[in-house]
């Protein structure tokens, strides 16, 4: 049931009835319930075996020796995690403002992302004062989060080759400078 519900939200339907998450299952409808008291319980549980489901993902591998190549192989990455769970990312976050869980499980996911891109790209961030690297790091997770990739692809109609291309030159640029002083801008 969890699955059948995933793979609706995954196929485009953002708000799957009980009867078409059985007939998916291949449960009877009442099978939908016996574990599940609402569909925002199943939708929960959904989002909580994301994680196992998709665990390839998550993973960003071995970092590569040169810059050029870390910052190509962490957008071709993100995009391609975009692209694949982003329904199910925008349907949690438009629960998030009722549902506590939902809420959680969103920081959750921030929090695992911004700690793989800081340990991905720990060789650039190395020298910073950790200020300045939370600075970068924040930066980098904003970019690349789910809400830009939408925006980006959605709102502005850019391709996910003009999207990799933007997020490539901006996190290069950014990376460039991490060397710079930076003095208190307050």
């Known amino acids: 049931v969890i699955d059948a519900y995933v793979d609706l939200v995954l ?7 009980p009867p078409a998450i059985a007939d998916r299952a291949g ?7 016996r574990y599940f008291a609402s569909l925002d319980e199943l939708r929960n549980a959904a989002m909580g075996r994301v994680f196992d489901r998709f665990l390839g993902l998550f993973d960003l591998g071995e970092p590569p020796a040169t810059r050029s190549d870390r910052i190509v192989a962490f957008v071709r990455s993100r995009l391609r995690f975009h692209e694949e769970l982003h329904p199910l990312a925008l349907l949690q976050r438009r629960h998030a403002p009722t549902s506590d869980l939902a809420a959680a499980q969103i920081e959750a996911s921030r929090e695992l992302l911004a700690d793989q891109l800081a340990a991905f790209f720990r060789a650039d961030l190395h020298d910073l004062t950790p200020a300045r690297r939370d600075d970068v790091v924040t930066t980098i997770a904003v970019l690349t ?4 990739w939408h ?16 997020w490539i030159t901006t996190i290069t640029a950014l990376l460039a400078g991490v060397a710079i002083p930076q003095g208190d801008p307050s």
Do not use: I, L, N, Y
Request: glycine fraction near 6%; aromatic fraction near 2%; charge should be positive.
């Open 145 to 148: 989060s789910v809400e830009s």
């Open 151 to 166: 925006q980006s692809t959605h709102s502005h109609g850019r391709t996910p080759a003009q999207t990799r291309r933007a």
């Open 11 to 17: 196929e485009g339907d953002t708000a799957p009835t």
């Open 27 to 33: 449960v009877s409808r009442a099978s939908v319930f």
